[in-house]
């Protein structure tokens, strides 16, 4: 959570942020800003918990699903035509 609120400019513990039940919703970043925070995240969890590649994306696409910054950016829909 430090990691992920650093990348932002917020500080943490912040309880005053953290209180609030969408705290997670009032700061966002960029798809690269996220992809970014995933790699290193998948890192981290690999060299910490011994986890394999597979299992620590898996969690962390878990982690991103639920607490992660909002996008800024909107995503690109490709229409493919049959």
Known sequence: MREMFLRVGEDYPNKDFTSKDDWYTMRSWTIEEEGSFEKWMVAYLR???????NRSEKEVGWFMLQWAWTNCQ???IKVIKQ
């Open 74 to 76: 909107p995503m690109e």
């Open 47 to 53: 060299k910490k918990l011994r986890w394999t590649k």
